[in-house]
């Protein structure tokens, strides 16, 4: 296929170098930064740069943040080939889905969304790498009337970029779900670094301070814009995580060692259960 990818940060490079190193697809790449469209053209993780014509495109993927590709989609959408197929790898789709969708179909086209569910702690075209996607959940957020075909040609898409579980869901579900497993643990992290003690923690940390803080170097445009775009969604989760937290921090604060110990062992049978069912799930 000939494919064109806008936006190479550190998922779109990724993309690039990935189809280029396991596929024989013809990848073309947009950024406006021309130094990356460089740098890619020099790590042959592109076979040209887009010179704006979409003739001849099988897929177009959009992997910028989500006001810039629902931009770049309307700006371009009247200038494509009928029989490309639209993606976009935005960590939110939802209402923006069905706005890009709504677009495709006004103009006699196709689009589904995906999100493959991968990252760095840095991101950037210079931290982008052909591995990144090997053995990430990756999911594909078609509606009812979108076509099978297109549903398998983005499902192996994902094989061929390394994914191991492919998950296929609706664009609502998709948004219930990052919510809870993306979006507040990103939140969780980005507060917990605000103690006072961040900047004494040397040699006092381990791998769970690791855990926690890692993805607090997200990038605040882009996870304002994800935060926002899925606000009922993640206010939901967040007033659940804070309920909870009260129930630790009354315990602590009545020294009732019977609740604390109650509420670590509540958690510790949900996690186990957790990690039992997805051994038990099929990649």
Same mark, same amino acid.
């Given at each position: ?9 550190l ?9 280029k190193?396991?596929t024989? +697809?013809?990848?073309?790449g947009?950024?406006?930064? +021309? ?10 993780a ?8 979409? %003739?001849g ?25 009928? #029989?490309?197929? @639209? ?10 889905s069905?706005r =890009? ?7 006699g ?21 052909p ?5 990430? &959940? ?18 192996? !898409?994902?094989?061929? !970029?390394?994914a191991?579980?492919? =998950?296929?869901? %609706?664009?609502?579900n +998709? ?12 939140? =969780? ?8 003690? $961040? ?5 006092? %940390? ?7 803080t ?5 990038? /605040?445009?882009?996870?304002?814009? @994800?935060f926002?775009? #899925?606000? /009922?969604?993640?206010?939901?989760e $967040?007033d659940?995580?804070?309920?909870? $937290?009260?129930?630790?921090?009354d315990?602590? /604060? #009545?020294?009732?060692? /019977?609740?604390?110990?109650? $509420? ?9 259960? &957790? ?5 038990g799930?099929?990649?």
């Open positions: 296929m000939n494919i064109l990818v806008a936006g190479l940060g998922i779109g490079g990724s993309i690039c170098k990935a189809l190193k396991y024989g +697809h013809t990848v073309t947009f950024d406006i930064n +021309h130094d990356i469209e460089e740098s890619a053209m020099r790590d042959v592109l076979d040209s740069v887009f010179d704006g014509s979409f %003739s495109l099988d897929i177009v993927i959009t992997a910028l943040f989500p006001d810039a590709s629902e931009k770049f989609f309307r700006e371009n959408i009247a200038k494509m080939d009928k #029989n490309t197929l @639209l993606t976009d790898v935005c960590g939110i789709k939802g209402d923006f069905r =890009v969708r709504e677009l495709a179909v006004g103009n086209m196709r689009y589904i969304g995906i999100h493959p569910m991968a990252g760095k702690e840095f991101g950037g075209y210079h931290n982008s790498t591995n990144l996607f090997r053995g990430a &959940n990756f999911i594909v957020t078609p509606t009812e009337q979108d076509s099978r075909e297109d549903v398998e040609i983005l499902k192996n !898409l994902a094989v061929e !970029l390394g191991g579980k492919i =998950v296929v869901t %609706s664009p609502d +998709h948004d219930k779900m990052i919510a809870y497993t993306s979006q507040l643990a990103h939140i =969780v992290s980005s507060a917990y670094v605000k103690s006072p003690e $961040l900047l004494l923690e040397c040699g006092f %940390s381990g791998g769970s301070f690791q855990d926690m890692r993805i607090a170097t997200m990038n /605040e445009k882009m996870w304002t814009e @994800l926002m775009q #899925n606000r /009922e969604n993640l206010l939901f $967040l659940t995580l804070l309920e909870n $937290l009260r129930k630790y921090r315990a602590l /604060e #009545n020294s009732d060692y /019977e609740t604390m110990s109650g $509420l670590i062992a509540e958690g510790r049978k949900l996690k186990e259960d &957790n990690i039992r069912h997805r051994v799930q099929p990649n």
